[in-house]
């Protein structure tokens, strides 16, 4: 493993993953609560295979140096492979939303700094449930939400507006 | 805040995984997993503390074993509480769910590249929602094919 200055990394072009704000500013939640423990993946060039993202939000709150590990026994082609199987692997796992949800509980942090929402739990529990948790309240609608724009398709037939 | 103490391989008996980890790792995933140490190599190294607890890469442990390797590249995290180490594991997946694809550059790359991956499940057209399939009107039930 290596110690990079940011300084001397290179962003992916045409990257195939996109970073949110919203997911930088977690990244960087994260950096100041765990630090910068998960080391990024480079080539023999300083290109950044895997962290991008992170090494954004690093630069953001103010890192001179990331750690990285560097991978110099690919092809072009397998490194522009493994991107994209790394990243599509990380994704494939989903979450037990029961422990998930526990977990969060009994952490005393604000995870909702790193992206989880408040109401996770959501996900989990049955219909029923959720008409528990919406019971009895109001919630104001806006209406910008039914605008045309925001409907996916359009019913070839009737013209109907609707979401798949 | 964490830091990284040491990096060394590590025997894979000796690591423990967190028994309350949230994250699900399906069988079709850790065989894609361990398709792709077989293709790349074992890059990303295995997070853990002094005391061998997994922080991050239950998925390629359970990969690493199926390849029957017998030791990892694991990264040893100091300055972490209970608390922090508990939220990392979380966290460490969250943050990456945060970020979405971008298809247009995935179509190109998967189309350009000259590589089989016949093997993952990677189909160019970013997630499994954007794969064709065909969708009912829901007023007047005309059917319609969507990309």
């Known amino acids: 493993m290596e110690t990079l200055k940011t300084s001397d990394l290179h962003f992916l072009e045409n990257n195939v993953r996109s970073h ?22 480079v080539d023999e060039n300083n290109k950044v295979l895997v962290g991008n993202g992170r090494v954004e939000a690093a630069i953001n709150v103010g890192m001179e140096t990331v750690p990285a590990i560097r991978v110099t026994d690919l ?12 990243n599509k692997l990380i994704e494939a796992g989903g979450w037990n939303y029961e422990l998930l949800n526990s977990e969060i509980e ?29 019971k009895n309240t109001n919630q104001e609608l806006d209406f910008e ?20 | 805040m964490g830091k990284i103490a040491d990096v060394q391989e590590v025997t894979l008996t000796k690591l423990v995984p967190y ?30 503390d002094k005391d061998f607890n997994v922080i991050a890469g239950h998925g390629r442990i359970e990969a690493a074993k199926k390849l029957k390797l017998e030791a990892v590249p694991c990264v040893f995290i100091e300055g972490l509480t209970e608390e922090q180490r508990r939220a990392f594991i ?55 094919g969507v990309a």
């Not at chain 1, 919203?22 to 994260?30: H, N, R």
């Not at chain 2, 309350?20 to 140490?37: C, F, G, M, P, V």
């Open chain 2, 90 to 144: 979380l966290a460490d997946n969250k943050l990456f769910e945060l970020g979405d694809w971008n298809d247009i550059n995935l179509k190109t790359e998967v189309e350009d590249v000259s590589f089989d991956f016949t093997a993952f499940s990677v189909d160019g057209g970013g997630t499994e929602e954007n794969e064709p399939r065909e969708i009912a009107c829901p007023r007047c039930g005309h059917k319609v």
């Open chain 1, 20 to 41: 949110p704000e919203e997911q930088i500013e977690a990244l960087e939640e994260s950096i100041k609560e765990f630090g910068f423990i998960n080391p990024i993946v």
């Open chain 1, 106 to 134: 009994a952490i005393g942090l604000d995870m909702t700094r790193f992206g989880f929402d408040k109401f996770s739990g959501m996900e989990i529990v049955e219909g029923d449930e959720i008409q528990k948790t919406f």
């Open chain 2, 19 to 48: 028994a309350r980890n949230a994250k699900l790792h399906s069988e079709e995933q850790i065989r894609e997993i361990a398709d792709s140490i077989k293709e790349f190599g074992f890059i990303n190294p295995i997070l853990i």
């Open chain 1, 145 to 164: 939400l039914f605008d045309d724009d925001n409907f996916e398709f359009t019913c070839e037939n009737c013209g109907f507006r609707f979401n798949g």
């Open chain 1, 75 to 86: 092809t072009e082609d397998q490194k522009r492979a493994y991107i994209i199987i790394e």
